[in-house]
């Protein structure tokens, strides 16, 4: 039977779990995900995990963070000024905002604490730095 490789087109069922059990994605109750296997479009640990299974084959992984979002960098996390921000923007903890960076790249932060003059903004990936869970089945390859 065809075992799945670099340059296929594959559906996977997947459920992702954290290491205490939480699920934070799964593709039960929708279409399996659809993706080509070594192009990038999903994180390397789940290419990886794929490579090699066989349609109607299901396991278990666990995939470390440098190979899902990668390492949590402080580096990514900035603290601000209110006074960059516009005056009638409301700020909470918690909210997400799109900000355009240097080279003209727009990035997604997350605003982590908030004072009467500053804002920390962190551009970590939410699971950066978790390694996470995902119990797979190759569906078909394309």
Do not use: C, W
Not at 48 to 72: D, F, H, L, S
């Amino acid at each position: 039977m065809a075992q799945a490789k670099t340059g296929d087109t594959v559906r996977v069922h997947y459920t992702g779990t954290f290491d205490d059990g939480t699920v934070f994605d799964t593709s039960a109750q929708r279409e399996p995900l659809e993706f080509t296997v070594g192009s990038g479009m999903v994180i390397a640990g789940f290419d990886m995990a794929i490579t090699g299974m066989e349609p109607g084959q299901k396991k278990t992984v666990n995939i470390p963070a440098e190979e899902a979002y990668g390492p949590r960098s402080e580096e990514l996390v900035a603290e601000i000024g209110r006074d960059r921000l516009p005056t009638d923007m409301e700020l909470e903890i918690g909210q997400q905002l799109q900000v355009g960076l240097a080279d003209g790249e727009q990035a997604v932060v997350l605003i982590v604490d908030l004072s009467e003059t500053t804002v920390t903004l962190d551009a970590n990936h939410p699971m950066s730095g978790m390694d996470l869970n995902f119990d797979l089945e190759l569906v078909e390859i394309l």
